[in-house]
Nanobody, 119 residues
């Protein structure tokens, strides 16, 4: 089992920055692959990127590459999403997720944190 708690969302102006945190706990948390997703109003949930606890990260799309950075602090069992140069189209609820490395399905989810970027 893995429990995930996100924090750090809020309202920011376009061009600003936010850092989201995802604190992981539970017996399987240290072995899980971690990921960020987002869901904008009226849209499907979208994969943002993922990372292993050793720090190997992948990102989903050119629209965020170079602006978003995923990192981890394994000592704190915490994953981060640093978001720079934010755009109004980044407005969404951001979720962290976890899965065992041998599965493709993300089966643990946090409650989500709202990010709103004003123009």
């Amino acid at each position: 089992q893995v429990q995930l708690v996100e924090s750090g969302g809020g309202l920011v102006q376009a061009g600003g920055s936010l850092r989201l945190s995802c604190a992981a706990s539970g017996r399987s948390s240290s072995n899980a692959n971690m990921g960020w997703f987002r869901q904008a109003p009226g849209k499907d949930r979208e994969f943002v990127g993922s990372i292993t606890w050793s720090g190997s990260a992948t990102y989903s799309a050119d629209s965020i590459r170079g602006r978003f950075t995923i990192s981890t602090n394994s000592a704190r069992n915490t994953m981060y999403l640093q978001m720079n140069s934010l755009k109004p189209e980044d407005t969404a609820v951001y979720y962290c997720a976890a899965r065992p490395p041998y599965l493709s399905k993300w089966n643990y989810w946090g409650q989500g944190t709202q990010v709103t970027v004003s123009s």
